[in-house]
């Protein structure tokens, strides 16, 4: 049976259980230290986008910050599947899980053998339309102020969130974030610049979250031929791109027209951009 909005289900430590009964104790160090992993992936009418590419994501990065993974591939999936099934059913949905430390009896820096928390939600989101996205986005541009192993999704997001936040204040697409004069990425997307038919990324590494939708979007430019470098570029070249783009999860390939009032290109959609939209569309229905 598929539940309404306003009842979801959630999977907590071994149940699925309404959310708004779903607590986890003060002493969690998730709740205390931002001390946990969490990935977000896309559900299209129940056929979840990249499942595989987040869990190998997921299992890194608990391996980064010293916890065990505490379910195997088949049974993460089956608990994915559940929470989807529970909810909004053939919708559009994003699935959130985290994994904490877990629990210990006192408040403190370290910590010793305990278990980790899990918590996995699903909320419905709406894909804009490729009409939609041709009117472009603005962005504005920051210092990069995060810490320096960004390439791990850690739930410590201070920064993150400020940065978000600002861009809702301003009504904007993103702010894009800049490290030493060099574009890293966004508060919650990776950016990509066209330059003479040539696609452009920062490399992987400790500055950026190798996006999964990042790697998605690289595979489609293959495809449709276009060359693709992975190479750190600044706020100038950002600034005088012939096209700019920012990709995640949930926003999928969302074209920028404007960074700090500045047009791209002529400030127009480009012409790059519609070939790789629609490759990724074709991806999504085959998954």
């Not at 149940?15 to 986890?24: L, P, Q």
């Not at 299209?44 to 990065?61: E, M, V």
């Not at 809702?168 to 800049?178: G, P, R, S, T, W």
Request: a negative charge.
């Amino acid at each position: 049976m598929t539940h309404m909005l306003d009842q979801p289900i959630v999977y907590l430590n071994g149940s699925f259980v309404d959310k708004n009964k779903a607590f986890v104790s003060v002493m969690d160090r998730g709740f205390l230290f931002g001390d946990g992993i969490y990935e977000v992936f896309p559900s299209y009418s129940k056929h979840i986008f990249g499942l595989d590419l987040h869990l190998s994501r997921l299992q890194k990065g608990l391996k980064s910050i010293q916890i065990q993974n505490p379910y195997s591939l088949n049974e993460w999936k089956s608990i994915i599947h559940k929470v989807i099934e529970l909810n909004l059913g053939d919708n559009n949905q994003a699935v959130y899980l985290q994994i904490t430390r877990g629990c210990d009896r006192d408040r403190k820096h370290t910590y010793g053998d305990i278990s980790p928390t899990v918590y996995v939600q699903s909320t419905g989101f709406d894909v804009r339309s490729k009409q939609e996205l041709l009117k472009g986005a603005e962005v504005i541009i920051q210092d990069d102020i995060r810490w320096s192993q960004c390439n791990t999704k850690v739930t410590s997001l201070l920064p993150n969130i400020m940065y978000a936040q600002m861009a809702k204040n301003l009504e904007i697409e993103e702010v894009v974030l800049c490290r030493d004069g060099i574009v890293t990425e966004c508060s919650s997307s990776n950016i990509f610049i066209v330059k003479n038919e040539c696609l452009y990324t920062h490399p992987k590494g400790s500055y950026i979250l190798p996006g999964i939708t990042r790697e998605v979007v690289m595979d489609c430019a293959n495809a449709c031929d276009i060359p693709v470098v992975e190479k750190e570029f600044s706020k100038n070249d950002l600034l005088e791109a012939d096209e700019a783009w920012v990709t995640s999860s949930t926003r999928e390939v969302v074209p920028i027209t404007s960074v700090d009032g500045i047009k791209i290109g002529a400030g127009i959609v480009g012409e790059i951009w519609p070939l790789i939209y629609e490759r990724y569309q074709e991806i999504k229905v085959k998954q």
